[in-house]
């Protein structure tokens, strides 16, 4: 008991030595924060320094961004890729900083705002210009091959990614004025940026002016013209946009109609041509969109309707457990927009460190899904994005999320191991003691002098079963034999040769023995080299993992034989 306890001791006391480098309490030499108090005194302090610290990175941000638009105004686009990559892996790292700091200042958040703006419009600009280049090149293939309605799709997918870059500029110059407010704040110089917004227009103005040589050169049908109308022109989530037109002498064919020179639906004429759609506004970023329909070479105008963002309301839950699959964090919540759910919408789950969650909501607008966050306290928070659905850049309520060391599990498992087991003994020492309380007071004295002596008597020695006939072992073993039950049969001629070499050495418990104490009581040396052959196959068929077979147990009768015949036949 004392060392079983000592034991226990000792557990805890290593446990809590490993806890010592996180303590709770602190003095003012040695200040440590956690999630659950601050030191006042240091405030003031950290404050001070703590702006500072972001200054450097801040600045290599800014610096970034006119490497990657020169690198798309030159159609250097390996180089533009991995620059943007390298700059939102740094945007990341930045907006974990700024977390971890708990940086309130006003200028860092607009900071952080206008940095997230810029990642999307140079996001737009590399995409957008890398596929321009790309319908670029088909063009000049699907002009040697004489294909005018490859050339339509081409110049309405040109149209369309023009739009896209010049809505991307416009979003990106606005940032210029913020950016250079809060750059002086921290005396940081914004020329990279500046020249990069020059870049940008430059791009643009080269897009715009190919567009228009393109759109100029494709061959016009105005024999049997296709026509197009919608309405409204702008809508939100929520809404729905006819479409409508004619193909003209055309009834009962097939209308193909794009957005955003993507093929969205079709619609079916009637017997005067005409044509109708409703597009559902659902799952279609905010901002400026071109339609337009097409049936073999004819091709309808190109219209340009608008989708203005809708109000959204987006909430996230975290709970830290184990998931499996390495998982610790359940997420879940709901998207909703004018009290309407909104369903197959993608939400992304950022955390400060590490990689974004994506989930799509189902049609209630709920979503949950697991994932895995970094030890530590953890900020999280769920985002929607405009670019694909039609909302403004909406984010939760962050969620702070305790994520425990691998080691901190193991170590309250084997604390609560521990206090069980004190508990265990604890509990067993109160029962012994109350049952021997409980036994004493139960208990009448005795003189010393009329304490008997009591004298066991001897006990007669165990009787000797009778032995075993040949003939009642041959019945036994055929028994045994003809119920398929092997194991016992090579069981019966074991224990018919133990009688027999225990009765001859006069061991009365020979059934206790195991087979190779029997074998070692043997005298004779011819007896026991057959036994022991005997006593091998034996033990491999009856203690092995597999089941006895027939033909083990025939070739034991044969090594049976041979054993008695060697102890000199006869009367087992």
């Not at 990106?172 to 250079?180: E, G, R």
């Not at 020249?195 to 228009?212: I, K, L, N, R, Y």
Request: proline share 5%; net charge negative.
């Amino acid at each position: 008991m004392q060392w079983v306890l000592a034991g226990v001791s000792l557990a805890i006391i290593l446990i809590c030595g490993s806890m010592i480098t996180s303590p709770i309490l602190y003095s003012a030499e040695n200040a440590s924060s956690t999630a659950h108090h601050a030191d006042p005194s240091l405030i003031s302090r950290t404050a001070e320094n703590r702006a500072g610290s972001v200054v450097p990175a801040m600045d290599n941000l800014i610096e970034s961004t006119g490497t990657i638009v020169l690198n798309i105004k030159n159609k250097d686009f390996k180089a533009a890729q991995a620059d943007l990559e390298a700059y939102m892996a740094a945007s990341r790292s930045f907006n974990s900083l700024v977390v971890n700091l708990d940086l309130s200042e006003s200028e860092i958040g607009e900071f952080v705002e206008i940095n997230r703006e810029n990642i999307e419009s140079l996001s737009t600009l590399f995409e957008e210009s890398k596929r321009f280049e790309e319908i670029s090149s088909l063009e000049v293939v699907y002009r040697d091959e004489e294909n005018p309605e490859a050339l339509y799709s081409v110049a309405y997918e040109g149209e369309a990614l023009r739009m896209k870059m010049e809505e991307a500029y416009q979003r990106y110059a606005a940032q210029q004025s913020s950016l250079q407010s809060v750059s002086s704040r921290y005396g940081l110089s914004t020329a990279s940026y500046n020249q990069s917004v020059t870049e940008f227009a430059a791009v643009v103005g080269e897009t715009d002016a190919a567009q228009e040589s393109r759109l100029d050169a494709i061959p016009k049908n105005d024999v049997f013209p296709l026509t197009l109308g919608i309405e409204p022109t702008t809508a939100t989530f929520g809404d729905r946009i006819l479409i409508a037109g004619t193909l003209y002498r055309s009834p009962g064919q097939e209308v193909g109609i794009s957005i955003d020179s993507r093929l969205w639906g079709t619609a079916i004429t009637d017997i005067n041509g005409r044509y109708t759609a409703y597009y559902p506004v659902t799952a279609i970023g905010t901002g400026k969109h071109l339609i337009y329909t097409s049936r073999g070479s004819r091709y309808s105008d190109v219209i340009e309707f608008t989708i203005v963002p809708a109000p959204a309301a987006l909430t996230l839950e975290a709970t830290q457990g184990d998931y499996g699959a390495g998982e610790n964090v359940l997420f879940t919540g709901t998207l909703s927009s004018l009290d309407r759910p909104v369903s197959n919408a993608l939400v992304s789950i950022v955390p400060d460190e590490g990689a974004a969650i994506q989930v799509l909501t189902d049609e209630k607008g709920v979503y949950s899904c697991t994932g895995l966050l970094d030890p530590g306290i953890r900020e999280v928070k769920a985002v929607v994005s405009g670019e694909s659905l039609p909302f403004a850049y909406t984010a939760s309520s962050p969620v702070t999320v305790d994520v425990p060391h691998a080691w901190m599990g193991f170590a309250s498992l084997v604390m609560k191991g521990a206090v069980i087991l004190v508990l265990g003994l604890g509990l067993e020492f109160m029962v012994r003691s109350i049952r021997e309380q409980r036994s004493k007071r139960r208990a009448t004295p005795i003189s010393r002098h009329e304490i008997p002596v009591l004298r066991q008597p001897a006990l007669p020695p165990a009787p000797i079963a009778e032995p075993l006939s040949p003939a009642e072992v041959a019945r036994q073993y055929a028994l045994h034999v003809g119920n398929g039950d092997y194991r016992e049969a090579i069981r019966t001629l074991y224990l018919a040769l133990a009688d027999r070499i225990g009765r001859k050495a006069e061991i009365r418990n020979y059934i206790a023995w195991t087979p190779r104490e029997i074998l070692g009581a043997t005298s004779g040396a011819s007896e026991a080299k057959n036994l022991a052959e005997f006593i091998g196959k034996y033990e491999h068929s009856h203690y092995g993992t597999t089941e006895t077979s027939h033909g083990q147990a025939e070739a034991l009768l044969r090594w049976y034989g041979s054993v008695t015949e060697a102890m000199g036949g006869g009367q087992d």
